[in-house]
């Protein structure tokens, strides 16, 4: 990304961002509320463009395609998956999630229960809904629903996952699956995770931007491998964010 600006009625909201993001790495973006995080990344799979009033400006580049309007939105989204802090099934049955980004994407019929078995079992799961695939999506527990989330993103086999607070709505234990299961997409998928909580930065991230409230709008005012940005913070606002005492 160079120069990312994104604006909602005029108003900036995110300003001048420059950031690379490593291939098949982690990267955690940190900071405050209001900083713009989710801006970014609405911006990076334009979801932005579907918002009134927002308007990005800037290049977003991804491996040698420049993003912009004329991108495609179906092959962008097929490439850049996202997943909510709220988990979003569709409202039909649990195998009926997957089935339709499976089809939707070319999986003939005969291989959509394989195939679904296989997200389902690589999302940790079959065993628990192997037996109720035709019950309602919204049966399940909110962390089985992001789970389910997780594999519907995966069906479409993305290069680049975008995460929202991925475990914001969930207990310790269903937030350690959804752990275990973005550290087992590392090397595979390029992730880009929003996270409030810096403990799970610490475990997950190969590299961390921190963005800011600066004055007007938000702002990136450091980025680097995990361990430099948590070990020896450049910027001062960085080192009293990580040690609690703002933001
Ligand atoms: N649809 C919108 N219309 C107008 N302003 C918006 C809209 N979405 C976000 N904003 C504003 O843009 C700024 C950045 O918001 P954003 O949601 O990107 O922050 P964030 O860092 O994700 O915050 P949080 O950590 O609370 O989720 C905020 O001032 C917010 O009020
Ligand atoms: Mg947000």
């Known amino acids: 990304m160079r120069d990312l600006s994104v604006r909602y009625n005029g108003e900036l909201a995110l300003q001048s961002v420059d950031l690379d993001v490593r291939e098949n790495k982690i990267a955690a973006l940190i900071g405050p509320s209001g900083c713009g995080k989710t801006s970014f990344l609405m911006a990076l799979n334009r979801l932005s463009s579907m918002i009134r009033g927002c308007t990005v400006q800037g290049q977003v580049r991804f491996g040698e395609t420049e993003i912009s309007a004329a991108t495609p939105t179906g092959w ?51 065993e628990e809904v192997s037996g109720r695939l035709g019950e309602p999506a919204q049966s399940l527990s909110g962390g089985q629903q992001q789970r389910l989330c997780l594999a519907r993103a995966l069906a479409l086999n993305p290069r680049v996952l975008l995460m929202d607070e991925p475990c914001s709505a969930l207990d310790p234990i269903s937030t350690a699956h959804i752990e275990e299961l973005i550290d087992s997409l590392r090397s595979h998928v390029t992730i880009i995770i929003v996270t409030h909580n810096l403990a799970q930065a610490r475990r997950l991230a190969d590299d961390v931007a921190v963005f800011w409230n600066c004055g007007c709008c938000g702002c990136l005012i450091e980025s680097g491998p995990a361990s430099e940005v948590f070990e020896s913070p450049q910027h001062p606002d960085t080192a009293s964010y990580l040690r609690g005492i703002i933001g």
């Open 76 to 126: 962008l989204r097929r490439q850049v998956g996202m997943v909510f802090q709220r988990p979003n099934p569709f409202p039909v049955s649990i195998e009926r999630n997957l089935h339709l980004p499976l089809r939707e994407h070319g999986c003939p019929r005969r291989e959509l229960k394989l195939r679904s078995e296989e997200l389902l079992k690589r999302v940790g799961l079959w």
